[in-house]
């Protein structure tokens, strides 16, 4: 397990218009009980990331419910699509906080991306970043944002974003 204290937050803020929102609580909760995941497009400056699209990808996984495995032909495509800056999964069973799998996810393709989401139905048992439901997000869905970020190391690990409402 990787320690997210050990350095300091940026304060950097996620920019995701609502109708990004809609479309990420509607994948989520239309392919429940199995992770819903995809690729976000969008801009990056160093105190804003701001997503423009969503494009949901299959998943590929032996047990979606609990894992995602994107679709490799569609991931490469999404590769060399430009403005490719993160991606999005839903937790089905659980709160919208990184897993052990994501993580180890995480160092094969943390330097390609800056922006890391998940949602979860609401209520998620706790462990949300935020504890109450966003002005604006769809009924029954949460999301927590994270930049991607590499330590010293080479290590990949992921810092809370602020959502701009
Ligand atoms: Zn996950």
């Not at 937790?91 to 799998?101: A, N, V």
Request: with cysteine.
């Amino acid at each position: 397990m990787h320690d997210f204290k050990d350095v300091e937050p940026r304060n950097r803020i996620l920019e995701l218009p609502e109708s990004i929102r809609v479309l990420l609580a509607k994948d989520g909760l239309d392919r429940d009980p199995d992770e819903a995941c995809g690729a976000l497009f969008g801009r990056l400056s160093p105190e804003v990331i701001t997503v423009d699209s969503y494009m949901p990808l299959t998943n590929m996984a032996e047990n979606p419910r609990h894992t995602f495995t994107f679709d490799p032909a569609e991931w490469v495509r999404c590769c060399y699509t430009s403005g490719l800056i993160g991606i999005f999964h839903s937790h089905p069973t659980s709160p919208p906080l990184p897993s052990i799998s994501d993580m180890e996810g995480l160092q094969h393709f943390g330097g390609l991306l800056s922006l890391y989401l998940i949602g979860s139905k609401f209520p998620a048992n706790g462990g949300a970043i935020q504890d109450e439901m966003p002005p604006g997000t769809p009924d029954g869905f949460l999301l927590n944002a994270y930049s991607i970020a590499r330590r010293s190391n080479g290590s990949y690990f992921l810092e809370n974003l602020i959502m701009s409402y």
